[in-house]
């Protein structure tokens, strides 16, 4: 199994930050990764796919970037709603493993 | 509204038996590829089992392979997840979700809000 790994696994923040999070696979998987964002108590919910690109409905503010192993989330300007938890997925093959999670909290 | 509703989660002894459902609604459910992926606080999110559109071929993670199966009733709209010979570490929050296949290079763009299995004695 391709092996996600992320980091920071948390970090703080203040609203109209920008801030940055990284994923990295154990092996190559061109650009099948995708972000999501977890609010406590709710579902994850997709943001980012195929590395870069913004899902609908998903603020500009959050970009995605990167390709082969290593890849970067970046929410500029944050705002209160996103703190939450973070985390990558990869979708190059089965099983399409998860990472462990980036927390931003203020 | 695009929806994904599960149900069927509770609390089961070890070796006990759960079948979940996934209710879908405001998409054609048929056209998608449907997967179950659990969460719980110490492994995180994990990929558990997929379907394709007929149903007729599944995939599984290998920590449940041989004890669940899913399955899928287009007709219906509704997903399932029997899951057998449970363990303390199925335990977690089973969530339903689609997978959006070419449309976002087979991410998971709809989720159900989870239900929970407790696997305890």
């Known amino acids: 199994d391709i092996q996600m790994t992320q980091f920071p696994s948390s970090l703080s923040a203040s609203v109209g930050d920008r801030v940055t999070i990284t994923c990295r696979a154990s092996?190559?998987?061109?650009?099948?990764l995708n972000w999501y964002q977890q609010r406590p108590g709710e579902a994850p919910h997709l943001l980012i796919f195929a590395a870069s690109s913004v899902q609908t409905g998903v603020p500009s503010r959050f970009s995605g970037g990167g390709s082969g192993t290593d890849f970067a989330l970046s929410i500029s300007g944050l705002q209160p709603e996103d703190f939450a938890t973070y985390f990558c997925q990869q979708s190059y093959s089965v099983p399409g493993t998860f990472g462990p999670g980036t927390k931003v909290d203020i | 509204e695009v929806q994904l509703v599960e149900s069927g989660g509770g609390l089961v002894q070890p070796g006990g038996s759960l079948r979940l459902s996934c209710a879908a609604s405001g998409f054609t459910f048929r056209r998608y590829w449907m997967h179950w992926v659990r969460q719980d606080p110490e492994k995180g999110l994990v990929w558990v089992a997929r379907t394709n559109t007929d149903g007729r071929s599944a995939t599984y993670a290998g920590s449940v392979k041989g004890r669940f199966t899913i399955s899928r009733d287009n007709a219906n709209n509704t997903l399932y997840l029997q899951m057998n010979s449970l363990r303390a570490e199925d335990t977690a929050v089973y969530y339903c979700?689609?997978?959006?296949?070419?449309?976002?290079?087979?991410?998971?763009?709809?989720w159900g809000q989870g239900t929970m299995v407790t696997v305890s004695s």
């Open positions: 979700v689609r997978d959006c296949a070419t449309s976002c290079s087979d991410a998971f763009d709809i």
């Open positions: 092996q190559n998987i061109d650009s099948h």
